[in-house]
């Protein structure tokens, strides 16, 4: 079965870093594009960051320069490295792996959740 499990989230004062991992476990062939969401309390659910399998990176228009994403596709894990975090980047972070081929117990391409990881930004 096929899980995601976030890492790395904490709380930080404006303008700290951190780092979040994502690390796909499972009979995993091959997972065509990772990505970051986020929601903040009482928010929507919104878009981060992602990265294709060949290694094309997207961001959010407010990231702005901000968060870098990265893959490892030999060990299915993503990260996020967050510098010059602000009270608004306070939510939970979620690892989302969309194409996911795996051939448990047959061949078939899903997408999965993680369960996310709490980031908090304040002084």
């Known amino acids: 079965q096929v899980q995601l499990v976030e890492s790395g989230g904490g709380s930080v004062q404006p303008g700290g870093s951190l780092r979040l991992s994502c690390a796909a476990t499972?009979?995993?062939?091959?997972?065509?594009?990772m990505y970051w969401y986020r929601q903040a309390p009482g928010k929507e659910r919104e878009y981060v960051a992602s990265?294709?399998?060949?290694?094309?990176?997207d961001y959010a228009d407010f990231v702005e320069g901000r968060f870098r994403i990265s893959r490892d596709n030999s060990k299915n894990i993503v990260r996020l490295q967050m510098n010059d975090l602000r009270p608004g980047d306070t939510a939970v972070y979620y690892c989302?792996?969309?194409?996911?081929?795996?051939?448990?117990?047959?061949?078939?391409?899903?997408?999965?959740w993680g369960p996310g990881t709490q980031v908090t930004v304040s002084s």
């Open positions: 990265m294709s399998q060949s290694g094309n990176a």
């Open positions: 989302h792996a969309g194409g996911v081929l795996t051939n448990d117990p047959t061949y078939h391409v899903s997408d999965y």
């Open positions: 499972g009979r995993i062939l091959s997972i065509s594009t």
